[in-house]
């Protein structure tokens, strides 16, 4: 079951007209509204058809809880069946309504919406970090891709590699690394004023990966209209709306142009390789990570988890001088796919095809690659800062063998020097894989589940299976050690960091936003009637970045609702005073405070320059969508 919990001002409803699997209602029952009230949103699975009894606990459960937090006395059920393609039976779904509403009845004021109806509804909703909260309810012993349509079908054995059967019984020392360069032992470590670090750990360990509930920022992607599940395709495989692929389009020109800065090639590569290919055979045995196969013209094939083996292939056809290194090779993978558990997949954090920032370093030896690890290292964090993801926001882990650490102490522990705080340390006595250090930047969400982002690994075995060779100063041809470094992680995850960081402020009070230069709309302007449109027009045409007007025959407190619930970095109404003087009050949300909005005024220009002082340096796109709100369509 899915469930969208929502407390509300109020929630009304009418009956339009039935469909084939409507139920048979009274005349009363058509329209229905309730004042001060939790409303549940409940799509009802196939799944939950094993265990009818024990679903509906489970969303008592859920609904009671929540009630309780948000002091609901009134609770409306409503089926809705858009927020999954994997429905139950109408017979087990009216059963399933019936026995929660049964439940619910003796302790609040409970009305239940029809099944099988197209229905009209209005609903306000409240606002407060715990008005809008969604739920994935599985039966027993059923895990399942949170907020995801989960399909059950017969699937071909997947296609494992050695490393990661190796990773699941490799033995791993964990340890605590403090910028003085002392190794503790992370049971005994005080977390005091690492609180985050601790949540880390203890994911790390336990490697616990599948989640019970969708984070927030799955109701976020949703509700923004930046992306959503796309039941037509495999698990993890999302669509994008236009506000989601300007974002994405924004990282993306963004990380690469941060790439060439520092004398990244930017290539493109296949999607697919030959499974049966002897060098990309052994290679798939090295890599930690579930693969696609297809089958095409009677060749096994599998579907790249990484751009390493086309930039290895045209590495090893290249001819390259010691001249030429440290040399670099980067692409932006649309996509990079991986067949992830399913229990693991939900909403942007963990998916199965996604876009990845994959770049390559070849150097001449094991010094120069490490001078390269420092600095990719202070390139990532220098990324990240600039999406919006700070060095408080995540936390490090660095993995290594037993011996690089013997060799590179100093140089490990500057790396926690650099980011000034613990990180965390995961070391072996053998190598499982190709790298002999490694590290990666991971957020941490709002159920404690951490995802990494950067990463940069020293890889001492892939020149070699590649035959990549290079000729140094004698005119020997020798081989490289290379380095693999995603700058910014899946820009995918990058958005999943994002909007988990502002669903946390959230929740500690703040008021969430975007960072200025991502966010789809810069400017709305609002003009409180229609006599006022042509001097919005006027504003709207003098500010250089994503302005709209919002023309619709709503409220202006509407409107200004509206614009804040979509996260508007600066709103500007326009009336009589506006017209007349030819300032403008601008409502800014980077200062704003709950209930308390920051309204100033100020001239257009000196909005303009605002606004370019903050995108300065960043890429720019146009609107995503019609300028006038009036035109544009929903997407959900």
């Not at 960072?515 to 027009?537: C, E, N, Y």
């Not at 403008?584 to 220009?605: C, D, F, G, H, Y």
Request: hydrophobic share 40%; proline share 5%; net charge negative.
């Amino acid at each position: 079951m899915q469930l969208l919990l929502i407390h509300s001002d109020y929630i009304e409803y009418e009956v339009k007209k039935s469909t084939p699997v409507a139920e048979k209602i009274e005349e009363s029952f058509k329209t229905g509204r309730l004042e001060e009230a939790l409303t549940a949103f409940m799509a009802v699975e196939k799944a939950d058809e094993s265990d009818i009894d024990g679903i509906i606990n489970k969303a008592v459960g859920e609904i009671r809880n929540v009630a309780g937090q948000v002091k609901a006395a009134n609770i409306m059920l409503y089926p809705y069946a858009h927020l999954s393609s994997d429905l139950s039976s109408p017979k087990a779904a009216v059963a399933v309504l019936k026995g929660v509403e049964e439940a619910l009845s003796g302790d609040y004021t409970v009305k239940r919406a029809p099944f099988g109806w197209y229905k009209a509804f209005r609903i306000s909703c409240k606002g407060h970090p715990l008005s809008e909260l969604s739920r994935s309810i599985v039966p027993e012993g059923k895990p399942a891709a949170c907020g995801e349509p989960v399909v059950c079908q017969e699937e071909k054995e997947e296609v494992v590699s050695e490393a990661l059967k190796a990773e699941s019984t490799a033995r791993s020392y964990w340890h605590i690394l403090t910028p003085d360069g002392e190794l503790h032992d992370t049971k005994g470590f005080d977390f005091t004023g690492h609180e985050n670090l601790q949540k880390f750990v203890n994911y790390e360990i336990s490697k616990q990966r599948a989640v019970e509930r969708a984070p927030p920022h799955v109701e976020l992607m949703r509700r923004l209209e930046i992306a959503d599940y796309e039941p037509g395709s495999d698990s993890g495989n999302m669509r994008y709306y236009p506000k989601g692929r300007l974002i994405k389009s924004l990282l993306e020109e963004f990380v690469l142009e941060e790439s060439y800065k520092v004398g990244a090639m930017e290539v493109e590569t296949p999607l697919m390789y030959d499974m049966n290919h002897p060098t990309l055979k052994k290679y798939l045995d090295r890599f930690p990570a579930r693969q696609y196969s297809i089958e095409s013209d009677k060749r096994h094939m599998f579907l790249r988890f990484a751009a390493c083996f086309g930039q290895f292939l045209m590495n090893h056809d290249m001819t390259i001088s010691y001249k030429s290194l440290p040399m670099k090779m980067i692409e932006m993978t649309r996509y990079s796919f991986r067949k992830e558990q399913r229990g693991e997949l939900v909403g942007l954090r963990r998916l199965r095809a996604f876009t990845m920032p994959d770049m390559h370093s070849l150097c001449t030896d094991m010094q120069q690659a490490v001078e390269q690890f420092d600095a990719q290292y202070n390139m990532c964090i220098s990324v990240l800062d600039k999406v919006g993801i700070k060095v408080d926001d995540f936390e490090v882990a660095v993995r290594f063998t037993r011996d690089f650490y013997n060799d590179n102490r100093d140089f490990i522990t500057n790396l926690a020097r650099t980011v000034k705080k613990p990180v965390l340390v995961e070391m072996w006595d053998t190598r499982f894989f190709y790298f002999v250090l490694k590290f990666e930047f991971n957020f941490v969400d709002a159920l404690a589940k951490a995802s990494a982002l950067s990463t940069v690994q020293i890889d001492v075995e892939n020149a070699e299976r590649y035959d990549i060779n290079y000729i140094d100063t004698d005119g020997v041809a020798k081989k490289p050690v290379i380095l693999h470094c995603s700058p910014s992680g899946a820009i995918e995850r990058c958005i999943y960091g994002l909007l988990e960081k502002e669903a946390m402020r959230t929740e500690n009070g703040g008021v969430p936003m975007l960072p200025v230069w991502l966010s789809p709309t810069q400017v709305r302007v609002i003009p409180i009637s229609d006599k006022h449109m042509g001097f919005a027009q006027q504003i709207a045409d003098q500010l250089q970045c994503r302005v709209d007007i919002d023309d619709r025959e709503d409220t202006v407190g509407k409107k200004v609702r509206e614009a804040a619930r979509e996260w508007i970095p600066y709103i500007v109404v326009i009336g009589d005073k506006e017209a007349e003087t030819g300032n403008i009050n601008v409502t800014l949300r980077a200062e704003s405070q709950p209930e308390k909005p920051k309204k100033v005024e100020m001239t257009p220009e000196q909005l303009n320059a605002r606004i370019l002082s903050e995108t300065s340096g960043m890429p720019y796109k146009g609107l995503p969508l019609a300028k006038m709100l009036s035109a544009r369509p929903k997407f959900l």
